[in-house]
Structures are given as structure tokens and as C-alpha cells.
């Protein structure tokens, strides 16, 4: 009886589920053969009325099973709920039916976990993670074969084998501008919070102190975990964050996915006309040289001209394979400064796969924004070196941070301009503390003051373009007081239309704000530094256009906190059962994997 | 008994007005989007007849068909997209459906001469509203011969 309950429980919640959202008439923006398509959420199975008719039949028989077993009233309530919802379904009232299904069945989990504590937690948890892991493992299977074997037309509805899957993730993206607001806003949002202690000796207050006593002691805990299963999945994420996206840029130029061989990634051309004009326009090495110096990211199109002339293959084939070599740079960088912040393998290493599969590749390989990867490489990689300069305070580490943040700058003036407005915001912070230490805060000054006195002579004394003379022209014409007020509009467009929808993948945002709640209860340097990014992003994201908060949202570090938020759940299963807890990184993986696959196989007409 | 500050009422308003503006925000995200427009083309097939080939520097024209169990929805327009390559020769024309669900679409590529006799391109007609892109499309990949 107790075995019955704790998998049928699980498997009919997802399953109703997935018929509220399907009778709902919900329906989400996705991207098919790069256009951003409005599509029902309907996941039929048989048909609607005999899927709810199942539905509510099981439910009345799990009711059944409940009530004999334990004999309350509530229990007999759930009984006669139960059977009020098979009336409605056979009444055809399919909505009202599935949605008190959904109720009853929710209710019972928490009566036999909670209240009668008759049923292993770990088994309920361990049977609705083998759901939905079924569920992505038929997607991804589905892409799989769909590369091996093609011959789907894709405008029409996916097979199935992706469909319930894609439908699944998509239900929480109505969502989606919400909680990526509210996790943007945490770091002052906190402030607001603070003056509503819970009253001492209550039950919120023990609520509370728990979960903060949970948060210091995974602070500890993250930092000493190395077992076996640490290594083994740290190698798999970090393998994958390496591989998968060298292989989706390959499949880009494949028959099967681009039959009319169109370049991928909307910027890209831009790169390879800048090159040519420069290169029509000068006679010598140095002419060249010059000329792309005065761009605002001459490093990234001189890499791009060099590179391509070593390996001997014209400029716009260069490029369209780029993403070859700069997803798994980003992906390095990110894992060296991940494991800065954390010293944790796996943290390191789930970060970097979750930016080589998650919304900032997806984004870049669409919009072929190859400089804002160099920038953000080297940003990445500077920081790092940084935060060694200030542990060991050593000037000449200083010095190569801000030798890697000039050609930070050189490449892209957007990650810099981050980064840069980071460092200064933070170095007030630290300057207004009451135990503030004073070599660091003059560390973090010469750092600032350089980057910006270089934008300053790059700009201003040799007449170049630079950062700060995009930030004036871009914030001037773009930031305004409209665009607040229009908010949502501009934000839902973003979420949905820019960049192919690229950001609308809800698993990022719900980590990230677990992962901010944890950051916010540690007070360390460099998480303090990360904090102060996001508050920085806070401003340009409200004031501006879509394309601004699409560039905010690509340039914060929006994926460490979103490792550290799945490293807290991860945590949180593997002290009550290991297996779910290994279900969890599985889940996690496939989820990243079809978001990738999802996105890019459709990113050709 | 706890006495409530300034402090506490100022956060209580502040977290009450954020979420005011969450809960609109809301509203205004799921509205547009997620269910009144999916009623326009419900019940709707769409077929189109493409041209076998492509010539560069001729006009192309294609004939397609809407056909809905209801009325036609006036919002909804017809649109042609061709692509040859890269993003640059990107051609793009919108034109009204008839009451009948007919509709005839016309291209006229005016993109830089390939340098090759023949390119693949890709010709996709789909069925728009004023918001978003529906899911009614057809879409073929021809070759274009290029005259030297």
C-alpha cells in the first residue's frame, strides 16, 4: 500500500500537471527555424476528455487506497473530493476536474509525508525525479534521432518524443520576466527585508534561523566536498561544458539542420565587412593594424584576421566556426573563476556547463557576438587574477589583472564596462566599511583608475573608439524614463523575441535565485564583488531598450549563481538520500542538453 | 507584544508596491502572449504552391491557401521570407489574405549578384498576426540559377 502511494502519488501530480496546463490554453514563444512562434502548451495523450477521465480515476482509486488505509476525516474528505472531480471530468468540465485532481493529489503527498508520516521522502522524491528524467530522456532521444535520421518537418508540432518535454519546461516561462527581476532586484531587495525580523521564540523565526544555519554550514560544506562522486560528475560537466559546444556549432553547418547553408549568428557578417573594408582601405600590415585599432574592438577583429590568415581559410569562414574556439574559452575561464570563488570541482565545473549550454551561448550563436566572448573571457580571467592580487597582495599579480582587463577592454567595450563599474562600485563599498583594509581598497583603486584612464586616452587624447564613447552614445540615446514605465513590454518582448528568445529558459532564473539567497547570507570578498555586479545591472536593465537588458542579462554573472543555487539543492538531497541527489545533476544535465540542442537545431531557416 | 516601527511599515509598503508591480508585470506578460492570440488560427491549414527553381534577378510569385473551419481572422496576413546564404540577401514581402483564404505573394530579390551559377536558398511562407509568428508554415529549400 505504502509503495503504491509513494510512486503513483509523483507520477499522477506531473501528469495532471501537464493537463491543467494543457487545458488551461496556455502557450508559450518558441523558436522554430528561427522564428519566434506562438505555440499551444497542449500535451494530449488519447484525447482530452479520456486523459482527465484517467486522471481522475486514478486519483479516486489513490483516494481509496488512503482512505482504507488510514480511516480520518481528512482522508474521507479526499474521498469525496475525488469523486466530485470524476463527475466533472465525465460532465466534460475538464479544466475544473484536472485542477481539483491537481489539489487532492497535492494534499495527500503532504498527508502522508507530513502528517501521518506513513511514506519515505526519499522514495516520493526519487520516483518524481524519474519522472521527469523519462521525460527528458525522451526528448533528448528525440533530438538525437531527429540529427541521425532527420525526415520531421519541423513546423509542424515536434514528434512526441520532444514535445511533452519542450511543453513541460516552457509552462514555467509565463514566469520567466518575473523571477528574473526578482532575482536582480535580491541584493537591495534584502535591505527592505531586514527591518521584518521574524518575532523571536516563533515558529518563522525557527524557520528562519534553520535555513540560515543550513546556508552557513553548506558555505563550509561546499568547500571541503571532494568525494568520488564529486570527481566523477565534475568530469562529466566540465567535459560536456569543453565539447558540446564544438559539436553544435559543427551540426549548425550540417545538411540535415542547414540545408540552404545560411550563416549562423546575425553579427557575423558585420565582422567579416569591418575586416574587408579595413583591409580594401589599407595598403600594409601597419595600415591594418591601425585601422582596427581604431574600432571599439580591435582585438577581437584582429584575432579574427590573424588567425584566419594563419590557418589559411578565408574570414567569413573563420568566423562562422569561431564559436568553436571561443565557447570552450569562456568555458575555461569560467571554470578557473568559479573555483576562485568556491573551491569546489563541481560548482567550477556545473558553472562552466551551465554557460556553454545555457542562454549565453544560445544568445551568441545567434546574435554572433564572438567579441563579447573574447571580453568576457578575459574579464573573467582578469577578475580571477585579481582576487589573487588582493589574497596575496602582490603587486606584480596586480599588474597582469590589469594588463588582462586592458585587452579585456580591447576586445569588447560591453564586459569591460561591467566590469569596470563593478570594480569602482565595489571599491565605495569597501570604502565606507568599518573595517575597511587599505591595501586592498588601493588595489582595487589603481585597478579602476587604470582601466579608465586607458578608456580615457584611447577615446578622448587619440580619438578612438572606446567604451566609454559607446556607453555615451548608447546610454544617452538609449537609457530613459519611458522605458521603465513601458517595463514589462519591452522586458516580455525580450524574453520571448530578442535573440530568438534565447533567455527564455526558466531553469537558469529559479537556480539563481536559490544560488542569490545563499550569497547573500555569505560575506566574503568575492562574492560581495559578484553581488555588487548584479546591483550595477539593476539600473540598465530597467531604463533600458530590449537589446539593453538582453546585453545586462548576457553580461552579469547570472550563471554562478544559478550552479550555486542547483550546488544548494544538490546539497540538500545528499543529506537525505544520495540517489536523488545524483538524480537531481542528471536532470539538470538533460535539461541543459535539449536546451541546447532545442535552440540551435533550430536556429537555420 | 511586539511594537511595529517606522522602519517595518516602510518595508511593508516598499515590498507591498514591488509586488503590486511583479503582479502586473505579470498580467502583462502572460495576457499578450500566451492565450488570446492562439484563437485567431485554430482550426487553420495552410498550403502553398512554390516555384520548382529560382532565377536570379526574376520575380517570384506564389500562389497559397488558407483554409480555417471559422471565418478568416483579418489580422492575419501572409508573409514570404527567402534567404540565400547569408543574412544579407534576406527578402522579405507581407500581403493581405483574401476572404476566400487566397492569397498571392511576390518577391523580387534585389541582393548582391552570387558569384557562383547556382545557390541554395530557402523559401519559407508562413501565416503572421500583428504580435507573433503562428505555427501555420510551409517552407521549401530551392536552388537559384544565376545567369552569367
Redesign the interface.
Known amino acids: 500500500m505504502k509503495r503504491v502511494l509513494e510512486l503513483g502519488l509523483p507520477f499522477l501530480l506531473i501528469f495532471t500537471y501537464m493537463k491543467i496546463i494543457s487545458l488551461s ?5 518558441m523558436l ?2 528561427r ?6 502548451l497542449n500535451m494530449v495523450f488519447l484525447n482530452d476528455y479520456l486523459d482527465t477521465l484517467i486522471v481522475s480515476v486514478a486519483t479516486l482509486i489513490l483516494m481509496i487506497f488512503l482512505a482504507y488505509r488510514y480511516k480520518s476525516l481528512q482522508t474521507y474528505v479526499l474521498l469525496v473530493v475525488s469523486t466530485l472531480s470524476l463527475i466533472l471530468s465525465v460532465a466534460s468540465h475538464l479544466y475544473s476536474s484536472a485542477i481539483l485532481s491537481f489539489i487532492i493529489i497535492l494534499y495527500s503527498i503532504v498527508y502522508v509525508l507530513f502528517i501521518v508520516k506513513n511514506a519515505e521522502f526519499t522514495e516520493i522524491l526519487r520516483t518524481f525525479f524519474s519522472a521527469i528524467l523519462l521525460i527528458c530522456f525522451l526528448s533528448f532521444s528525440g533530438w538525437i534521432l531527429y540529427l541521425t535520421y532527420g525526415g520531421i518537418n519541423p ?2 508540432d515536434p514528434i512526441p518524443l520532444q514535445d511533452i518535454g519542450t511543453k513541460l519546461l516552457y509552462s514555467f516561462s ?2 520567466v ?2 523571477i528574473a ?2 532575482f536582480l ?1 535580491m541584493p537591495l ?1 534584502i535591505f ?5 525580523t521574524p ?1 523571536e521564540g516563533s515558529k518563522p523565526a525557527e524557520i528562519f534561523r534553520k535555513f540560515k544555519q543550513f546556508l552557513r554550514r553548506l558555505e563550509v560544506e561546499l568547500n571541503n566536498l571532494h568525494g568520488r562522486m564529486h570527481v566523477v560528475w565534475s568530469i562529466i560537466f566540465f567535459a560536456l561544458a569543453l565539447l558540446i559546444p564544438i559539436f553544435i556549432t559543427l551540426i549548425l553547418y550540417t545538411d540535415k539542420v542547414n ?5 549562423i549568428g ?1 553579427d ?2 558585420n565582422y567579416v565587412n569591418n575586416i574587408n573594408d579595413v583591409l580594401s582601405r589599407s595598403s600594409t600590415e601597419t595600415e591594418v593594424f591601425v585601422n582596427l585599432m581604431k574600432t571599439d574592438r580591435p582585438l577581437s577583429l584582429l584575432l579574427i584576421y590573424h588567425i584566419s590568415k594563419l590557418l589559411n581559410i578565408n574570414i567569413k569562414t573563420f568566423s562562422m566556426y569561431a564559436p568553436c574556439f571561443l565557447a570552450p574559452l569562456l568555458a575555461l575561464t569560467t571554470y578557473f573563476f568559479s573555483k576562485n570563488i568556491l573551491k569546489n570541482n563541481l560548482y567550477a565545473s556545473l558553472t562552466s556547463f551551465m554557460v556553454s549550454l545555457g542562454p549565453y551561448t544560445t544568445a551568441s550563436l545567434y546574435g554572433g557576438f564572438l567579441a563579447n566572448w573574447i571580453g568576457m573571457s578575459l574579464t573573467l580571467v582578469s577578475i580571477t587574477i585579481l582576487f589573487k592580487a588582493l589574497e596575496r597582495r602582490s603587486f606584480k599579480i596586480l599588474t597582469a589583472s590589469i594588463v588582462l582587463s586592458i585587452l579585456s577592454h580591447l576586445s569588447h567595450p560591453i564586459p569591460w564596462s561591467f566590469m569596470t563599474a563593478t570594480t569602482v562600485v565595489y571599491g565605495l563599498f569597501s570604502f565606507f566599511k568599518k573595517n575597511k583594509d587599505r591595501l586592498v581598497l588601493r588595489f582595487l583603486w589603481i585597478y579602476a583608475l587604470t582601466n579608465i584612464f586607458f578608456d580615457i586616452f584611447k577615446t578622448r587624447v587619440i580619438g578612438f573608439s572606446g567604451a566609454s564613447f559607446v556607453a555615451q552614445s548608447t546610454i544617452s540615446a538609449e537609457l530613459s524614463i519611458e522605458n521603465l514605465l513601458n ?3 519591452i ?2 518582448f525580450m524574453f ?1 523575441f530578442h535573440v530568438g528568445g534565447a533567455f527564455n529558459f526558466p531553469p537558469v532564473y529559479i537556480l539563481a535565485i536559490l544560488g542569490m539567497s545563499l550569497f547573500l547570507q555569505w560575506r566574503s570578498m568575492k562574492t560581495d564583488y559578484l553581488k555588487t555586479w548584479i546591483v550595477i545591472s539593476l539600473p540598465l536593465y530597467l531604463l533600458g531598450p530590449d537589446f539593453f537588458q538582453a546585453r545586462t542579462l548576457q553580461n552579469i554573472p547570472i550563471d554562478f549563481f544559478a550552479s550555486a543555487g542547483a550546488m544548494m539543492v544538490f546539497y540538500y538531497l545528499s543529506q537525505r538520500d544520495r540517489i536523488s541527489a545524483n538524480l537531481f545533476l542528471l536532470l539538470i544535465l538533460l535539461t541543459y542538453l535539449n536546451n541546447i540542442l532545442t535552440f540551435t537545431v533550430n536556429l ?2 | 507584544m ?1 511594537a511595529i ?1 517606522w ?2 511599515i ?3 509598503l ?2 507591498n508596491i ?1 509586488t503590486l508591480w ?1 503582479t ?3 498580467f ?3 495576457n ?4 488570446s ?2 484563437q485567431m488560427f485554430r482550426g487553420c491549414v495552410l498550403s502553398v504552391d512554390f516555384p520548382e527553381s529560382l532565377h536570379y534577378g526574376h520575380e517570384i510569385t506564389m500562389t497559397g491557401k488558407l483554409s480555417c473551419i471559422d471565418r478568416i481572422h483579418e489580422e492575419l496576413l501572409a508573409q514570404a ?1 527567402l ?6 540577401s534576406l527578402t522579405v514581402n507581407t500581403t493581405r489574405i483574401r476572404e476566400d483564404g487566397m492569397f498571392i505573394l511576390k518577391l523580387n530579390p534585389s541582393f548582391q549578384k552570387p558569384p557562383t551559377d547556382k545557390v ?3 523559401l ?1 511562407v ?1 501565416i503572421i ?1 500583428k504580435t ?4 501555420l ?3 521549401k ?1 530551392l536552388a537559384m540559377f544565376v545567369a552569367s
Open positions: 490554453g496556455l502557450a508559450s514563444v522554430i527555424r522564428w519566434s512562434m506562438l505555440k499551444p513546423y509542424r509565463p514566469s520576466p518575473i527581476i526578482i532586484s531587495l527592505v527585508l531586514k527591518p521584518l518575532i540545408p540552404s547553408n545560411m550563416v546575425v557575423i557578417m517595463f514589462w513590454q522586458n516580455v520571448y537555420p531557416f | 511586539v516601527g522602519r517595518q516602510l518595508s511593508i516598499a515590498l514591488f511583479l502586473y508585470g505579470y502583462i506578460s502572460l499578450p502572449l500566451t492565450v492570440s492562439l521570407i534567404i540565400c546564404g547569408d543574412l544579407s541554395l536558398c530557402s519559407t508562413q498576426s507573433v509568428s503562428t505555427e508554415i510551409e517552407k529549400t
